[in-house]
């Protein structure tokens, strides 16, 4: 409605003018509109407490409207008018940002981050995130201390089946590791900020390498259900609409402006792979390929296959890119990869369909091949890790 103007535009503001602290957590803001007075009051505590009130006259759908009364405390806040459309006579609006949590900010993935330190001794140097139906993995580490992604301040919920929602801490072939039990999706509702979110809290725990796993369809006409692709590289759909989790305000804190991504998956660790699963015998259904992904949650279309497929991907997923990019965004080798677990539909006479079900059945089906895949890789890891 045309009363979200206002609180975008200070949230912009405040943006700017202090690019590193600000974050909406706290931020409630209440208008009243009544034609053609338009009251606005909003109240803000960031790291500075202000109460502004604003009185503006309306015309019928365009309001201008000036900050008449502004107090804050401790520090500098600086109102400026703001234009605002308005639909003509009355609307009430409460808009209470701190649901959306806009920005995951340094203090705040800091925060989160100290939080954890402080009730775990376990230093992780790996991280690993399951996929759907893969949260077998986490059941792999010993001497656990597990949290419940409810308990930990600032961190989403898990809400798709197959996704326990639990953070584990433990010790795998005598390395320290850190497991999310359950990822976040675009799909869910979160801002792309808040599903990358981990990884940069994975980054202040001290994890140097990162191993993410997925659930994907299968493109390539190759490829069976139960193989288990290697990504090479990827195909990030939602960024060419824009959708980067790097999008905004880069703090340095984490990572340049620019981060390359002809080097996201490391070549050192994708060899590590293959040698690892050609010692295990795993060389029938072991694959290197292109994960492509999309916004989800509907399935793809059979146009949409084949055109994935015709531009080079191997596999189709809803997840992993995005994280892919924070993590390396501040400097974590990054390892992913893809049990195919259904064969994607490209063709109009298969009766076949894409179902969440399947998908977790075939997880589990592969599940014990690839813990023994990532369990071994972690042993090696640690003869590798110096250069993250
Ligand atoms: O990528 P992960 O989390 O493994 O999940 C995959 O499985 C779900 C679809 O069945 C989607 O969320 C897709 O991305």
Redesign the pocket.
């Known amino acids: 409605m045309a009363q979200m103007v206002m609180p975008i535009s200070l949230f912009s503001y405040y943006e700017a003018v202090f690019p590193h602290i600000s974050h909406l957590s706290s931020l409630c803001q209440l208008h009243v509109y009544f034609f053609p007075v338009s009251l606005s009051l909003s109240l803000s505590l960031s790291l500075s407490l202000s109460l502004s009130l604003s009185l503006s006259l309306s015309l019928p759908c365009l309001s201008l409207s000036l900050p008449c009364l502004s107090l804050s405390l401790p520090c500098l806040s600086l109102s400026l008018p703001c234009l605002s459309l308005s639909l003509p006579c009355l609307s009430l609006s409460l808009h209470c940002l701190s649901l959306l949590s806009l920005r995951c900010s340094f203090e705040e993935c800091s925060a989160t981050a100290e939080w954890l330190l402080s009730r775990t001794e376990i230093r992780p140097l790996v991280g690993i995130v399951c996929?759907?139906g893969?949260g077998g993995l986490a059941e792999m580490l010993k001497d656990q201390m597990a949290f419940k992604y409810s308990d930990i301040p600032n961190f989403p919920q898990s809400t798709?089946h197959g996704?326990a929602g639990r953070l584990v801490f433990g010790m795998l072939k005598g390395k320290a590791c850190v497991c999310m039990q359950g990822?976040f999706?675009l799909y869910e509702g979160y801002p792309i900020h808040k599903v990358t979110m981990p990884m940069r809290i994975f980054k202040l725990l001290g994890v140097e390498t990162v191993i993410l796993?997925?659930?994907?369809g299968g493109l390539n006409q190759d490829y069976k259900v139960g193989d288990i692709m290697i990504i090479k590289d990827h195909i990030n759909m939602p960024g060419f609409a824009g959708n980067n989790p790097l999008a905004g305000p880069n703090d340095e804190r984490f990572g340049v402006r620019f981060p390359s991504m002809s080097d996201a998956y490391d070549r050192e660790l994708l060899q590590l792979a293959q040698g690892v699963g050609a010692e295990l015998g795993f060389g029938d259904f072991l694959r290197e390929g292109v994960y492509c992904v999309l916004g989800?949650?509907s399935f793809e279309t059979i146009a949409e296959c084949r055109m994935m497929n015709r531009l080079g991907a191997d596999a189709v997923?809803?997840?992993?890119v995005h994280e892919v990019i924070v993590a390396r965004h501040c400097g974590m080798r990054v390892f992913a990869l893809s049990l195919i677990t259904n064969q994607a539909v490209m063709d109009y006479d298969s009766q076949e369909k894409a179902n969440?079900e399947e998908?977790l059945e075939t997880g589990q089906l592969r599940a014990k091949q690839l813990e023994r895949l990532v369990s071994n890789m972690v042993t090696h890891i640690e003869h590798n890790n110096n250069d993250a």
Do not use: I
Not at 213 to 216: I, S
């Open positions: 996929g759907s893969l798709v996704h990822r999706h796993t997925n659930a994907a989800g949650p997923g809803m997840s992993t969440h998908v």
